[in-house]
């Protein structure tokens, strides 16, 4: 009997480790997810991570069979598979986030002249919002629209705006959230207030479009640069295929195109980051 509890008891914290071990890869995996969900919302793809999972393993295969069908190299199929089945929509998903962003800060101060003349004419707030729902396109009046509708469904107009903030996070929507949680708490002229943050954010904006004309020159430089290389190696390849063949065909050719690809992706990384500005 004492030797099966003193079993007993140095089990026990082996399973305590396996169970902190296997609930922390459990919170791992919901972080991750959590994450994918969000980036989804972001750019406006409505869709489960599962679905969205599923549909990138099942690009990846398709191009991995391609590869094999055409001869491709050993390990030219599985890069091909990784880059485009989880590379490629992980861009996409990136690019379309950006552009909903943008999309929505170009029309939040319209959206905010909207609730300050609203405001000035006797209407209450979320009137004044759910007239930004209806009038306003994608992808701002969809997200006052939600926000309205988490009101009907009780929840307070801070947990909606939280949750409107998680999904569309511009420093300009979370600034609003933030006025009318100040607002709600200690009172005062929210029009005055409201109109105030309009004029900031449209200053904002004036400042971004001088930085960006600035910076076109730059940018074009940039795009030059970083294409010559690829046009000229479709030019050998069309006059003298031979010629280019020994960078596909020889080992020191591997290593010539690895590393020339190494040094113009750090190349662009420098340019891109010399000529982009947080604002």
């Known amino acids: 009997m004492v030797g099966r509890k003193s079993t007993i008891a140095a089990a026990a914290p082996r399973r305590r480790s396996l169970h902190r071990l296997q609930s922390g890869e459990q919170g791992r995996g919901r972080r991750w997810a959590g994450q994918m969900r969000e980036q989804l919302m972001r750019a406006g793809i409505r869709m489960d ?141 929210l029009a005055e207030t409201l109109a105030k943050l309009s004029e900031v954010l449209r200053a904002r904006k004036r400042m971004r479009d001088k930085i960006k004309a600035f910076s076109s020159e730059a940018t074009a430089s940039a795009m030059i640069i970083g294409s010559l290389p690829v046009v000229v190696a479709l030019l050998l390849t069309a006059v003298g295929p031979d010629y280019i063949g020994i960078l596909f065909s020889t080992p020191t050719g591997h290593l010539l195109l690895a590393s020339g690809g190494l040094l113009m992706g750090m190349g662009a990384l420098v340019m891109r980051k010399m000529i982009n500005f947080d604002l």
Not at 55 to 68: E, K, M
Not at 135 to 154: D, S
Not at 160 to 167: G, W
């Open 49 to 189: 991570v599962r679905l969205w999972l599923g549909l990138n393993v099942a690009i990846a295969v398709l191009v991995w069979l391609v590869a094999l069908g055409l001869k491709a190299p050993p390990l030219l199929g599985p890069l091909l598979a990784a880059s485009l089945g989880f590379g490629l929509p992980r861009l996409l998903v990136g690019w379309l986030g950006k552009r909903r962003i943008a999309r929505f800060t170009t029309l939040f101060a319209d959206a905010l002249d909207i609730v300050v003349r609203g405001l000035r004419s006797g209407l209450p707030l979320g009137e004044c919002m759910a007239i930004i729902g209806r009038e306003v396109p994608e992808p701002l009046g969809p997200e006052f629209r939600l926000v309205m509708e988490g009101q009907k469904l009780g929840l307070s107009l801070e947990e909606s705006l939280a949750r409107a903030v998680e999904r569309t996070p511009t420093a300009d929507f979370k600034y609003f959230a933030i006025v009318l949680g100040i607002q709600q708490q200690t009172g005062g002229n």
